[in-house]
Each structure stands twice: as structure tokens, then as C-alpha cells.
């Protein structure tokens, strides 16, 4: 059980390491750039409140919800 919780864990770190990376390459950020900026305007919240749909998604879909998603909290990205 404890094994499973763990790799959930893992699985949920590796996919949002993996949309941070790509949001930062789609707007020429460095990584750190675009988790303070995901992170302060609600894309990270987003990506962990809904993992269980969008790591099924694909991550241009994900990309375009983040990008929306910051803009209406006052992100200009």
C-alpha cells in the first residue's frame, strides 16, 4: 500500500517537472521562470488538483488551460 503511495507520488512529481519543462520551452523561460510564474498565477494548483485528467490529456491542451488558466489570475503570459 505504502509502495503504491510512493510511486503516485513519484508519478505526479515526474509529470509536473514534465509540464513546468514545457511550459518554460513554450514561452522561452527558464525552469525556474516558469514554476515561480505557474505557481503565483494558479497553474500549479491546477496541474495538481487535476492530475488525474491531465496527465491523460495532451499537453498542448494542458499548455493552452495553463496559459488561461494564469491569465485570469492576472498572469500576462
Known sequence: MAEQAAEKIKDVVDYLAFMV?????KHKLSATQ???YLKQYGGMEFLDDFYD?????????????????????????
Open 21 to 25: 519543462n514545457e511550459f518554460a520551452l
Open 34 to 36: 516558469s514554476f515561480e
Open 53 to 77: 485528467v491531465e496527465h491523460c490529456e495532451n499537453p498542448n491542451i494542458t499548455l493552452k488551460s495553463l496559459q488561461t488558466i494564469c491569465r485570469s489570475e492576472g498572469g500576462t503570459l
